[in-house]
């Protein structure tokens, strides 16, 4: 692939990824609690494991853009990389933004923020694909700021960060995988 086809391919694929990341909400429940499961589905109504459901089909595509051409392009890991990181910052912003005003959360606008998350990374993606001409010490850098962020994906699963606002379940207040149980 070149990178007019990857940033066409990441146009179209903003509905696929969105609706990919919706049935991980549900896909924990569906596998009865299959822990390799839990890796890439949501298992709690925290705010992380929604970031998590948005994030997984995203990387999946990054990996696999990567796999058809996208190592030849200096630029696509840094890009990527900073695609990923806009998932969270964009749920964050959108999701508490709304909240502040409306004081609640409202599953229409928690699905319309989902959407809106997804393209900002793939357009955030596509413009840094096109516009940043990485050296191999951004190369690395996008390299290390990747592996962070999966190890963070990998591991707040199972062990999340005792903070309330990102990773609590607001129905069982728990956390991680034991915050599981509004089947």
Known sequence: ??????????????????????????????????????????VNE??????????WPTFLLYLIEFILGGYKINSFIPAKTIALYTIPVAMIAIVYGYKSITKKNILALDIGAFLVVIAIAQ??????????????????????????????????????????????????SKYGIKGHGHE
């Not at 049935?23 to 596998?31: E, K, R, V």
């Not at 925290?46 to 994030?55: D, G, L, P």
């Not at 694909?129 to 690395?140: F, G, V």
């Open 1 to 42: 692939m070149n990178i007019n086809q990857i940033v066409t391919l990441d146009y179209w694929m903003i509905l696929p990824l969105f609706v990919l990341g919706s049935l991980l909400h549900f896909t924990y429940d569906w596998s009865k609690h299959n822990k390799f499961v839990a890796i890439f589905s949501a």
């Open 123 to 172: 357009l955030t993606g596509t413009l840094f694909l096109k516009e940043l001409s990485a050296s191999w010490l951004t190369i690395l850098w996008g390299i290390f700021f990747l592996i962070v962020i999966l190890i963070s994906f990998l591991n707040f699963t199972k062990y999340p960060p005792q903070e309330p606002d990102l990773f609590l379940d607001p129905l069982t």
């Open 46 to 55: 925290s705010y992380w494991e929604h970031i998590k459901i948005a994030f």
